[in-house]
């Protein structure tokens, strides 16, 4: 295993068009996050997974946005009616719970261009 | 809400130039601090995790200190090379929220001049 994996990489899309993302966690790590970058900014949260329950949102996750971690394995992110505001990098982040203070390993994301 | 600081913004060096870089947090209550290169266009590369209780760690030329009362970590590069050019990111986990979501500063982009 060779890390986070994401895909993919990079997708152009129309304003309101539906798009999905794919993240591949590290095989043996039960936590699974969704974070959204923005151009000059750090990181921000979206959404944690622990197994296949999703534990935790944002408000930054609008009713727009959607989440799924099925089976514990690899997690979707769908985007629906796109909006140019949602152009950024999605990244997806992996970690083993065995205590709760614990490393976070990183994919190389998704980049998100709403035209 | 936790905020989290990284100064300064932006770095030039030349190559082999020893440095440092810093970031301050406002709530004391963490589980841990996380040092992250981001090169353009890519994810994060986990460099170090300093866990509440310890006051430091190393990887190579790499040391990352922890000050939790103060709020501060610093992030030295010691003989700095033209690969260490990239943007350094630092995130808490808080004891507030769990540790299920990192706080990201805004990053320190650092160019080492050949």
């Known amino acids: 295993d060779t890390g986070v994996s994401q895909d993919p990489r990079h997708k152009i899309t129309k304003r309101g068009q539906n798009v999905t993302f794919r993240c591949d966690p590290i095989?043996?790590?039960?936590?699974l996050y969704w974070y959204r970058q923005t151009l000059g900014q750090g990181p921000e949260f979206l959404t944690y997974?622990?197994?296949?329950?999703?534990?935790?949102k944002s408000r930054l996750l609008s009713d727009r946005f959607s989440a799924e971690r099925p089976k514990g394995s690899f997690s979707t992110l769908e985007i629906q009616r796109t909006e140019q505001g949602d152009s950024a990098m999605y990244l997806c982040?992996?970690?083993?719970?065995?205590?709760?203070?614990?490393?976070?390993?990183f994919g190389q994301g998704t980049r998100l261009t709403v035209v | 809400k936790q905020e989290v600081t990284q100064i300064p913004a932006a770095l030039s060096v030349p190559e082999g130039e020893n440095l440092v870089l810093n970031c301050s947090f406002t709530?004391?209550?963490?589980?841990?601090l996380q040092w992250f290169r981001q090169d353009p266009g890519k994810g994060l590369t986990s460099l170090l995790l300093?866990?509440?209780?310890?006051r430091e760690q190393t990887s190579g030329r790499l040391n990352a200190s922890l000050d939790k009362s103060s709020g501060r970590s610093t992030l030295y590069i010691a003989a700095s090379q033209p690969g260490d050019s990239a943007t350094y990111l630092c995130?808490?986990?808080?004891?507030?929220?769990?540790?299920?979501?990192?706080?990201f500063g805004t990053g320190t982009r650092l160019t080492v001049i050949p």
């Open positions: 982040a992996s970690s083993l719970a065995l205590r709760q203070s614990t490393e976070a390993f």
């Open positions: 095989s043996e790590h039960n936590r």
């Open positions: 997974f622990q197994n296949e329950a999703q534990l935790e």
């Open positions: 709530d004391s209550a963490i589980y841990n």
């Open positions: 300093i866990q509440s209780s310890q």
């Open positions: 995130a808490v986990t808080e004891r507030q929220t769990g540790a299920n979501n990192l706080f």
